[in-house]
């Protein structure tokens, strides 16, 4: 009988462990939306989501942070266009044309790369990258360019990682049915294989660019911060990501509310990626 | 019986000279890539791709180790923080704290909901899908959005005020996907033969999960725990707002605290505190190089585990 209750009480305390994640996720939203719609409502949807001035201490406050979304669009295009590429082709590299010996330690360097906190990256991007930047184009440094940049690398890990077990997931029937009809090697592996992995493939670019566009630390620390447009990949540009940050710690009353609704929009970009993320993964399987 | 004897020794031919004749000499390659060009100019873009990435790795780790290194020193190790001397002491002690705390949070959560998802619920649950899609949900959320929640619960909310606590549930949220993919992968990866004979042996089912389960499951857990760790060491946007910033040995659970990457991006914040965000730069890299390390081991050992069964 004490058997019985004690196996009872440990499935619905396992139960409740499992409960316990959907329960966060159902508090972020609440949270995250109720103190965010407010004073999206207040400020009025269009003017915030679309307005071009966001100079929040002035009398009267302005809230508009669509040069916030642009900025976050175009480091996150950068770093896709910079990463992407790289990444594929690297995990190209680690499926099908490194050797046993070298795979060993490369595999957890790819790890490795992932594990590097976002500050440091941010730091290595701050005191390496900005400079270089800053010499190479005689600009200010900070710039979309450079963020895109340290967003590429900092991808780099994601889109390695799934695309390689994409890759690895095709039948070696393919590949040697292209080496049969008389392609080379690097045809088999481009024409056959990579066509083959494309959705898992995709859904590493999808993750990736769920990565770029919710990275804060790093691309605060090199992307300049100007809360306007910008006219060139040259020029400084905010993200949403760097707007909370940066404001949060001295916002008060509409101006902090303004920054959780930021917040929101962002999580509702993450949400969608997300959803094209779980797509992509069940239309592989 | 004389059937049999043909196999083996058909079987005894050495596999080596067998792929020997598949492996093409350097000579052989280029001719082949005469007659192709597309297939070498493919070639090296792969092999600059992976040139690019792991140049990349290796620079980062050898600038920061190599400008960080000289700018160690024992002063930034001593006990107090001040203006004068940013010691990073304090943050290291209070990031042990923070990663203590969120484990002790996140662990127990992410196994016992891991043993729901692979002992206990059966095939077609609307739970698990659930359980999955919210998990999926999670390890999605961008750090600075777990920040802001957890300012907006825990801090403000249930008026824990800026203090390891607030810190240490947030980080425990946005840990607990990893914790719970990582058990559940290690406990599928158990042998149901195990299971069966538990069972056959007149266990019940907790017995059963805790005795037999569990323990064969535990590098593959540890592996887990180990990346969460490296994750938690490394989390600035999720505390600043939740754990604070107060450079001081915390004193009780509810006071605030910096771990050692929120102290890097003070130091880095002004400009003023160049060197001592190298040297703290320098302690993070050592720290996450270890883990990685140890949860690479960790996951060698449960491969070799795996192939001798």
Redesign the interface.
């Known amino acids: 009988m004490k058997q019985r209750v004690l196996e009872l009480v440990f499935r619905i305390l396992f139960l409740i462990a499992a409960l316990a994640s959907i329960l966060a996720v159902i508090l972020i939203c609440i949270f995250l939306f109720a103190n965010g719609f407010p004073p999206m409502a207040e400020i009025g949807v269009f003017d915030f989501l679309f307005g071009m001035d966001w100079s929040p201490v002035d009398v009267p406050p302005s809230f508009g942070i669509f040069p916030m979304i642009v900025g976050s669009l175009y480091v996150t295009a950068g770093a896709i266009i910079i990463g992407v590429p790289i990444g594929i082709l690297t995990a190209v590299f680690m499926a099908k044309f490194c050797p046993k010996r070298l795979y060993r330690p490369l595999k957890p360097a790819v790890e490795l790369l992932a594990g590097i906190p976002s500050i440091v990256y941010g730091f290595f991007g701050m005191v390496v990258l900005v400079p270089l930047v800053r010499e190479l184009f005689d600009s200010k440094g900070a710039s979309i360019l450079t963020a895109s940049i340290l967003l590429g690398i900092m991808i780099l890990p994601t889109i390695i990682g799934v695309s390689e077990s994409a890759i690895r997931a095709v039948p070696n029937s393919y590949y040697e049915g292209a080496l049969a009809l008389g392609a080379s090697h690097e045809r088999s592996v481009f024409f056959v294989m990579l066509p083959a992995a494309k959705s898992g493939i995709m859904a590493g670019i999808v993750l990736g660019i769920g990565r770029a566009i919710g990275e804060t630390m790093a691309v605060m620390m090199v992307a300049g911060n100007q809360a306007r447009m910008p006219d060139s990949i040259l020029e400084g540009v905010r993200t949403l990501t760097a707007n909370i940050v940066m404001e949060m710690g001295y916002a008060a009353d509409l101006h902090r509310e303004a920054l959780i609704a930021t917040a929101v929009v962002l999580f509702v970009f993450i949400l969608i990626i997300n959803l094209c993320f779980s797509l992509l993964k069940r239309r592989m399987k | 019986m004389e059937k049999k004897n043909t196999i083996e020794s058909s079987e005894l031919v050495d596999i080596n000279s067998i792929q020997a004749i598949n492996r093409r000499s350097v000579r052989q390659r280029l001719r082949?890539y005469k007659k192709?060009p597309?297939?070498?100019v493919?070639?090296l873009?792969?092999?600059?791709?992976?040139v690019?990435?792991?140049a990349?790795?290796l620079f980062?780790i050898g600038?920061?180790l190599v400008?960080g290194i000289p700018n160690l020193s024992l002063d930034l190790f001593s006990w107090n923080y001040s203006t004068e001397n940013q010691s990073m002491m304090p943050a290291l002690i209070s990031t042990i704290f923070m990663t203590l705390l969120s484990l002790i949070i996140a662990v127990?959560?992410?196994?016992?909901?891991a043993?729901?998802?692979v002992?206990?619920?059966r095939r077609g649950n609307k739970?698990v899908g659930?359980?999955r899609?919210?998990?999926?949900?999670?390890s999605?959320?961008?750090?600075?959005?777990?920040g802001?929640?957890g300012?907006?619960?825990f801090v403000t909310?249930l008026h824990w005020g800026y203090s390891l606590l607030a810190g240490a549930f947030t980080l425990a949220?946005m840990i607990?996907?990893l914790v719970?993919r990582t058990t559940e992968e290690a406990l599928l990866a158990v042998p149901d033969m195990l299971r069966e004979g538990s069972f056959g042996l007149g266990a019940?089912?907790?017995r059963t999960v805790f005795k037999i389960v569990l323990p064969s499951a535990v590098p593959g857990i540890l592996a887990g725990v180990i990346?969460a760790i490296?994750r938690i060491?490394?989390?600035?946007?999720a505390l600043?707002?939740t754990s604070g910033t107060v450079a001081a040995v915390p004193k009780t659970p509810m006071s605030s605290a910096r771990t050692l990457?929120v102290h890097?991006?003070a130091l880095?914040d002004n400009g003023l505190y160049?060197e001592q965000?190298y040297a703290t730069?320098v302690v993070?890299?050592i720290v996450?190089?270890v883990?990685?390390?140890l949860?690479?081991v960790l996951a060698k050992r449960v491969a070799a585990k795996s192939i001798e069964r």
């Not at chain 2, 873009?45 to 992976?50: P, Q």
């Open positions: 082949e192709s597309l297939s070498l493919l070639f873009f792969v092999i600059l791709a992976a690019v990435t792991f990349v790795l980062l600038y920061i400008k127990p959560l992410g196994i016992g909901a043993i729901y998802l002992e206990y619920a739970i659930a359980v899609m919210a998990a999926e949900t999670l999605g959320v961008p750090s600075i959005v777990y802001l929640f300012m907006l619960f909310t949220i607990l996907p719970m019940g089912k907790l990346l490296g060491v490394g989390e600035t946007a600043i707002y990457a890097m991006y880095t160049m965000a730069a993070l890299l996450v190089l883990i990685n390390f949860s690479a």
